[in-house]
């Protein structure tokens, strides 16, 4: 092997082996919360707090959905929608109203796709009801119903909830265990964002296990 490529070989191995061992830091890549959620000890749950209205979840979406199909059996996950303000509320019961009606999977993607792509407001009734009728068969007084229902409501007023445990103030923010909040820094979004989740979940992971040994 001619020395030239022996030592461009071995720094690109080394280059390799250095991104694989990247040390995400406390306080520049996650946080810790100051006071953790309960979760179940039986899983490590990843919790999404998102939202319809924000263009960096739709971009989230590919990414996570990928991540999911291969996620370890210890590990959960839940979406939580954001509640900012009354439109983001708004879009809170959307999401809610297709889980209830059990139409999210047809929903959850065309919802995106029509604020972000074919840029439609979906806050006005008409083009909602007609959304849920092209996509899920949902007619407008089953919709109306669902949006208004103490369920729905009520699911809203515990993802605001929530969203004040976990100190959101923007998304998509990915919390781990309910201890840990990671939210996009600069070149770490979408995939990115997702290898900071993974580190974290080896972490929860591997202190669990100490705990279990003692």
Known sequence: MRPKFAAALFAMLLAVASHAQQQFDEGVHYVRLPVPSETPSDSIEVTEIFSY???HCMSLEGPLNTWLSGVPSDVSFDRVPATFSEPYQMLAAVYYASEQLGVLEQMHGPIFEALHVRNLNVLRKD???RLFQDYADVDA?????????FGVQTRVRQAD??????????VP?????????VTPPPGFGGAAQLQIVEHLIEQVRATRDESTAE
Do not use: Q, W
């Not at 007084?141 to 229902?149: T, V």
């Not at 923010?173 to 909040?181: C, F, Q, R, T």
């Open 53 to 55: 209205a924000c263009p």
């Open 127 to 129: 083009i909602l009801e």
């Open 141 to 149: 007084e089953a919709l109306d119903k669902a949006m208004n229902s």
């Open 161 to 170: 909830a929530l969203s004040r445990v976990f100190r959101i103030t923007s």
């Open 173 to 181: 923010a990915l919390i781990v265990a309910g201890e840990y909040k």
